[in-house]
């Protein structure tokens, strides 16, 4: 099935293997943890935003590779940078935070016609101590002790769930949405499972636009910017603790008891290859 699949992107008219940009301000991850089960109930304990690239293999799918940058959202989404890497020189003004990145190293196609991405998995986890001050005239916000991070990397492996090798060279030759998934046991990745449940995950904004509001010049009723999107959140009950940061959508965090696998799922927005230049 697998030989079947590899000669149907064997034809000359196949995408090239190319890099495509993962659109940041439209793709995000979901966090889920547990397994299907009556004792230990899946859940989804968190989302974030995701930039970083996809290389869809066509004609050979195993030239195939994902490379991503993962962030809490809202003001923690300052952490990605434009080519989707994260900046671990900076600091999110959230009191506990966790980011990721990924890169893969070899690509392989299963028996059930999926391309199986294996890499590594670097998950650095924040946390930051809030400073009490006294309220003054003169107060100026939280302020925070200096941060302290712990960074873990191990194997992980991503599955394409789509698209699928048979339509891999559809994908690669414009926009396209990509899903992939990884399950990392808690037994393979015992901090993963700490630095997700330990960490804010506030809400994702797709398609985020901010405006000043009308009155923005007169202070005696300015009530901050007005931002619009496509609001992306986690589904469990969640705290209603803030840490203060600078950001109206707010910090919340996950609550629950569940134990088992962490499984991240990227849904993926990719922006169309960049039109070859014509030549004179």
Not at 32 to 60: F, Y
Not at 206 to 211: A, D, I, P, T
Request: charged share 15%; glycine share 8%.
């Amino acid at each position: 099935m697998v030989s079947v699949l590899a000669a149907v992107l064997a034809a000359p008219a196949a995408a090239q293997t190319i890099p495509l940009q993962i659109d940041e301000n439209q793709s995000y991850a979901t966090l889920w943890m547990g397994r299907q089960t009556e004792v230990s109930p899946i859940v989804n304990v968190g989302v974030a935003q995701v930039g970083g690239n996809v290389t869809l293999g066509a004609p050979d799918p195993s030239t195939s590779a994902l490379k991503f940058g993962l962030v809490p959202g809202g003001g923690g989404a300052e952490l990605l940078a434009p080519d989707g890497t994260v900046r671990v020189s900076e600091t999110a003004q959230i009191a506990r935070y966790t980011v990721m990145s990924f890169q893969s190293e070899h690509a392989r196609v299963r028996r059930d016609g999926h391309v199986e991405i294996a890499g590594l998995l670097t998950v650095t986890h924040v946390t930051r101590e809030v400073v009490a001050k006294p309220w003054t005239w003169g107060y100026s916000g939280v302020s925070y002790d200096d941060p302290v991070s712990n960074t873990v990397t191990r194997p992980v492996t991503f599955v394409f769930v789509n698209p699928s090798v048979a339509a891999m060279a559809a994908h690669a030759n414009g926009v396209a949405d990509v899903l992939a998934t990884a399950t990392a046991e808690a037994s393979d990745f015992p901090e993963l499972v700490d630095d997700v449940l330990d960490a804010f995950w506030p809400i994702v904004a797709l398609n985020e636009q901010c405006v000043a509001p009308p009155n923005a010049g007169d202070m005696r009723d300015y009530y901050g910017v007005l931002c619009d999107g496509k609001a992306i959140t986690a589904k469990v009950p969640l705290n209603e603790r803030h840490s203060f940061a600078v950001d109206y959508h707010g910090m919340r965090e996950a609550v629950t008891t569940t134990h088992g696998p962490v499984t991240i799922v990227l849904h993926l927005k990719l922006a169309p290859p960049a039109p070859a230049p014509s030549g004179r």
